[in-house]
């Protein structure tokens, strides 16, 4: 049975519950959900070729989110074999960094208090990965074109974000001048980049079914642009 997102999923997120245990339970559901998605889309992104590793992120109040659940994710990001060949080919003082499945370029689904987001991170510790799209894009005429044309090829809603700056860039007018002086302020270890849709909780719930046909559909589109980001030591 497809997934649905019902009004008390985003509750769990609102700033006065992030921290309540109380509310562990419901996030655990929520993760639950979300995992089974990107479990299907990484079937889906199989047969056309593409292997990756399905993980969810805490649930529950850590050390690693400060104690606050501020949002809830599920991503697909590259499956062991290809992490492992990164941290082989980096040594034992960057490989672990490397080895690890979140320090990626991943493709996400994420719930908040407000919203269901699908998107394609670049995580600033990726660097092997960001270094290889600004170098690609802003050393190739050519290729920041085909970057162009991959992101004009997404369905509506999709925006090219750098890090946490206040500036959308809307794939669907993405224009070669426009996002080459984006990339420009790009410091990959620093900066996160995002390629993301957002879907507000009102249209997710009133989906029913079909949002977790939008939450597919949106991390298959940005397949060729995950492709296409990803660096290959060999």
Known sequence: ???????????????????????????????????????????????????????????????????????????????????????SFFGEALGKDAETHYIQTVLEACIDDMIVEAALRVHPQAWWDGEHLKKKVLGDPAKLDEFCRLMRALPPGFNLKLHDWKKDHWCASAKPAEIKEMLGHYTPGNHWLHVQRQLPKEDAVALGPEAETWVRASLLALLPLYRFTLWDPS
Do not use: I, W
């Open 1 to 87: 049975m497809p997934e649905t997102f019902l009004e008390r999923d985003f509750k769990a997120y609102e700033k006065h519950r992030q921290d309540d245990p109380e509310y562990n339970a419901l996030r655990l559901s929520v993760r639950r959900k979300l995992k089974a998605m990107v479990d299907a889309t990484a079937k889906e992104a199989k047969a056309l070729g593409v292997e990756t590793s399905a993980q969810a992120g805490l649930h529950h109040p850590y050390t690693f989110n400060s104690y606050r659940v501020r949002e809830q994710r599920a991503y697909l990001c590259r499956n062991p074999k290809e992490r492992k060949k990164l941290a």
